[in-house]
């Protein structure tokens, strides 16, 4: 029996795995990086910044966009918050050192308090939400983790109107979003225990996926192993 056809066969195979394989390793994903919408830059470029690092940073985008419509530049300012949860604590805490920076003076309080002192502004706000996501998994031969795509996008609602005439000088709902690519060495340090919108399942992370693990390992093993059982011969 002539062994040569199936020796060429096998070769074939696993000379287009040896591709796959230099393609990975030069990064050849065959789809682009997603890009970065909205986000400033404090930080290094080569730095890893973790799911809070970004939820603020766009919260922050958020307050800096609605603070043009503030009428003066040196105001005293309620911060109201209408929300409550974690989100809407954070986002005031953002929302009181960016406003500080620019000179105003601020007294934040929740929805059901009330604020003795005189106040020119009422800034009032509520987080609708925070969607954080890892829709995409790159991956070597379709087993070893290269890289994990991240989606987060905040969304807020924010009214600014005087204290005593009630005139309306801002009313919106804002969105922001930022989208990369995470090393996977990296992905374990980006998320954070204080939060819980700051951690999310990766996708296709359930039986699945290791399915899909398991028969590419088998498939490229018993390639392995006829290759060699007819160089054997």
Avoid at 23 to 48: F, H, I, K, N, Y
């Amino acid at each position: 029996m002539d062994r040569k056809p199936a020796i060429r066969r096998t070769l074939g195979v696993l000379t287009a795995v040896m591709v796959i394989v230099a393609g990975a390793a030069r990064g050849d994903t065959g789809t682009p990086v997603p890009q970065t919408m909205g986000l400033p830059s404090p930080a290094e470029a080569d730095t890893v910044r973790t799911n809070l690092w970004l939820t603020e940073a766009l919260m922050g985008e958020i307050v800096s966009q609605a603070a043009l419509s503030l009428p003066g530049d040196s105001s005293t300012i309620l911060l109201e918050n209408r929300g409550g949860t974690d989100a809407d604590d954070l986002f005031g805490d953002v929302a009181s050192d960016i406003l500080r920076e620019q000179g105003h003076e601020l007294y934040l309080v929740s929805a059901d308090s009330t604020v003795t002192a005189p106040v020119d502004l009422i800034f009032g706000f509520r987080v609708v939400g925070v969607e954080l996501s890892y829709p995409e998994v790159g991956r070597t031969l379709g087993i070893w983790q290269r890289w994990v795509a991240r989606d987060l996008t905040v969304t807020a609602s924010v009214e600014i109107s005087a204290a005593d005439s009630g005139q309306l000088y801002f009313k919106d709902i804002l969105e922001r979003r930022f989208s990369d690519r995470i090393d996977n060495g990296d992905f374990n340090d980006v998320g954070s225990n204080l939060y819980d919108f700051t951690n999310a399942e990766k996708a296709g992370s359930g039986w699945q996926a290791r399915m899909e693990e398991i028969v590419v390992l088998g498939t490229l093993v018993a390639l392995i192993a006829v290759y060699f059982a007819n160089t054997g011969n």
